[in-house]
């Protein structure tokens, strides 16, 4: 990580207590996550390993009811994530500019700090996550529109000449007591840079190990199109969430490569909470009065298909038992359980992976 004016600034705000000045207000923010993994492993030598996953402070000023500036630096890699202006038109309506995570795939929408699992399935190899761009957004509770003009990550290094475009649409068709469905869909299409292409994931693990399934590099990609289709339905402290994801690369001279992807899970509070839900993402769970102590059980399928004609990335299935202990709002510990079942080019890989984390926000 190399130190910059702009960091320490970052520091000394995110350290300030919340505070307001004349039509101002600052907010400082942090999340910081601790993982502990613990595989048996099958053919490739999974180790033992326990790092920071994540350890994130941030800023949030706003000006009146209009303005909205966030930035947040991740300690552990040394990487911004969110650097971005927002200013609301009013009526639900909103521009922003600068790097946001781009609008597709549910779960990388989704807050980091209140996943139901510890990873995103496996279809997130397809997600564009962050880009610097410019967004327009029409939010209303029922039902958002999105769209996005999106270049190269901010931590990229070198000159970049992608250009790419998203839109994403939900909707609230049904509401009952305490219930409702999301529905939702988008779509991709950008330039990569360079006219190259790479898909690969771990099973479903943050700690650095070798990617079970993987295309390799696919040179002479012209063009990357990547629809979503989404939808969940949650009833009090039972929900039940699932995502297809398709990729299409057109390349120049030799065979296209389509992937795709999905999952489905289910979830449930003995406890009595239910999932937070706000413009077309969900959120934590509702605690209620007591702001703490809820309990979540969950389970989640997902699958993978990276094998098209003469690329032969792989398939790979991860079935994943997880449970939540949200202490308060502010600390959560977490255990999962993930069994894969992978093959690649006629090797079967099937790792089983125990891993811990301990949570905790700001």
């Known amino acids: 990580m190399k130190p910059a004016p702009l960091f320490a600034f970052l520091v000394l705000l995110a350290a300030a207590p919340r505070s307001h000045a004349e039509g101002w207000n600052f907010a400082p ?5 601790y993982d502990w993994y613990r595989p048996r492993a099958d053919v490739y030598p999974y180790v033992d390993a326990d790092d920071f996953r994540r350890a994130r402070i941030s800023a949030t000023a706003r000006y009146g009811d209009r303005w909205e ?6 300690l552990e890699p040394g990487q911004w994530t969110d650097a971005y202006a927002k ?5 639900g309506h909103s521009l922003r500019i600068g790097q946001f995570k781009q609008p597709l795939f549910l779960e990388e929408l989704t807050s980091d700090k209140v996943l139901t699992f510890m990873e995103q399935g496996l279809p997130a190899t397809f997600a564009v996550a962050r880009r ?19 270049g190269k990550n901010v931590n990229a290094n070198g000159n970049s000449d992608t250009l790419g475009f998203a839109a994403r649409g939900t909707w609230v068709p049904w509401r009952g007591d305490g219930a409702f469905v999301h529905l939702g869909l988008a779509a991709t299409a950008e330039q990569p840079d360079a006219e190259r292409a790479r898909f690969s994931s771990r099973p479903e693990t943050g700690m650095r190990q070798r990617a079970l399934v993987d295309t390799g590099q696919l040179g002479q990609s012209e063009t990357i199109a990547r629809m979503g289709v989404e939808g969940a339905w949650v009833d009090g402290p039972w929900s039940v969430q699932g995502e297809y994801t398709r990729v299409d690369v057109s390349r120049d001279g030799t065979g296209d490569f389509a992937g795709q992807g999905w999952y489905l899970n289910a979830s449930w509070f003995p406890t009595g909470q239910t999932r937070g839900y706000k413009g077309g993402v969900f959120d934590g769970p509702v605690f209620g009065e007591s702001g703490r102590n809820a309990w979540e059980l969950a389970l989640r399928v997902s699958h993978l298909d990276l094998d098209d004609g003469s690329v032969q990335g792989g398939e790979l299935t991860d079935w994943t038992a997880g449970i939540n202990w949200y202490a308060s709002k502010h600390l959560r510990l977490t255990a999962n359980y993930v069994v894969a079942d992978s093959e690649r080019q006629g090797v079967a890989d099937d790792p089983r992976i125990l891993q811990f984390r301990a949570q905790f926000t700001f």
Do not use: C
């Open 132 to 150: 610097a761009g410019f967004e327009y957004a029409w939010v209303n509770p029922d039902w958002t529109l999105t769209g996005t003009a999106y």
């Open 29 to 33: 923010g942090g999340n910081f996550q």
């Open 69 to 74: 500036f966030k930035a947040e630096y991740d």
């Open 87 to 91: 200013y609301s038109l009013g009526g």
